[in-house]
């Protein structure tokens, strides 16, 4: 595998269930980000883990949960979410030091029902 | 907070003419990239540009680098119908971990 992974494709949950979106990068890089696409916004960033730790929240309501068990694996824990939640959502990586261009996931579609 | 513009958000235009988009930020940057995205489709990387004046071509897309006016640009020679698409500019945050996107450029290219 190359590249950033993320698991699964497509996620149908209604509003009361609780799942979690993966990612994985085979980059060696050492930062990962979470973001949300939808249709009425651009690219939203949610959260940024640069050597496993958080340093960006831009204000993401609590039921998005991110976890960060190493450099190479980053999760995004949902529950109790809302129908205006559906969006794609994208998982990218980057060299910090480097400061090259992120390489992005093949992103995960959710709907919330 | 780094605020990007991009313009014009949606653009269509026929076979074979050339157009410009163009994406303004509002704070010190001194390296952008500029990214394409199929419907659909995740984020693909195209142009990194690493400094003032940078300029780079592939195909019929070119990107410049203008970090004093704080301006990219994305100029788009003889358009085909393949490089329809969404394209979005992300200048550097300079805190080296994260990327402030415009809303992206939806581009349609008609016979």
């Known amino acids: 595998e190359t590249g950033v992974t993320q698991t699964p494709r497509h996620l149908v949950m209604g509003m009361t269930n609780k799942k979690s979106l993966k990612c994985e990068q085979h980059l060696g890089h050492n930062a990962m980000y979470w973001y949300k696409q939808s249709a009425k916004k651009p690219l939203e960033l949610m959260f940024v883990y640069s050597l496993e730790e958080r340093v960006e929240n831009n204000s993401v309501p609590s039921r998005f949960s991110p976890e960060c068990p190493n450099s190479s694996h980053l999760f995004l824990h949902l529950h109790t979410l809302q129908p205006e939640d559906s969006a794609l959502y994208l998982c990218?990586?980057?060299?910090?030091?480097?400061?090259?261009?992120?390489?992005f996931g093949q992103g995960t579609r959710l709907t919330v029902v | 907070e780094l605020k990007v513009e991009q313009n014009p958000l949606f653009l269509s235009m026929q076979e074979g003419k050339n157009y410009t988009i163009y994406c303004n930020y509002s704070t010190t940057s001194d390296r952008l990239y500029w990214y394409r995205q199929d419907p659909g489709k995740s984020l693909e990387s195209l142009f990194v540009?690493?400094?003032?004046?940078a300029v780079k071509q592939e195909g019929r897309l070119m990107a410049s680098l203008d970090t004093k006016a704080r301006l990219s640009t994305l100029h788009i020679t003889a358009a085909v119908h393949d490089l329809s698409a969404t394209y979005f500019c992300a200048p550097d945050s300079n805190s080296g971990y994260a990327l402030n996107f415009g809303k992206g450029t939806s581009l349609l290219v008609t016979p």
């Open positions: 990218a990586s980057s060299q910090t030091g480097d400061r090259t261009e992120a390489f």
């Open positions: 540009l690493l400094s003032n004046g």
